[in-house]
């Protein structure tokens, strides 16, 4: 059974940092492609960063460019999501994705993604 259990989430200052965790199970990290998501309230849920199987094409949302950085670590089945300068705007739900079937390719579209985590509260501060 495929399962992905986001940690790391909390409140924070605006321009701190978190670093969001994925732990995945069930499935090999480098098998399958992998996104973070988020949703803050009353808004559409949106991707933040994705990354292909292979780990050699990213994909970053313009808003979070030069802030944010994903990365995996296969032998512990993991999917980190580091957050620098966070802020306010920065406040949502984020959420752990992942896509077997189009593996070496980068998925944006959250639509095409099967398997997705609980989410963890990110709130930043003024």
């Known amino acids: 059974e495929v399962q992905l259990v986001e940690s790391g989430g909390g409140l924070v200052q605006a321009g701190g940092s978190l670093r969001l965790s994925c732990a995945a199970s069930?499935?090999?990290?480098?098998?399958?492609?992998l996104g973070w998501f988020r949703q803050a309230p009353g808004k559409e849920r949106e991707a933040v960063s994705c990354v292909s199987s292979t780990s050699d094409s990213t994909y970053y949302a313009d808003s979070v460019k030069g802030r944010f950085t994903i990365s995996t670590d296969n032998s512990k089945r993991r999917v980190y999501l580091q957050m620098n300068n966070l802020k306010p705007e920065d406040t949502a739900v984020y959420f752990c994705?992942?896509?077997?079937?189009?593996?070496?390719?980068?998925?944006?579209?959250?639509?095409?993604?099967?398997?997705w985590g609980q989410g963890t509260q990110v709130t930043v501060s003024s």
């Open positions: 994705a992942a896509n077997p079937r189009d593996r070496v390719s980068v998925v944006v579209v959250k639509e095409k993604y099967d398997y």
């Open positions: 069930g499935f090999t990290v480098a098998d399958y492609a």
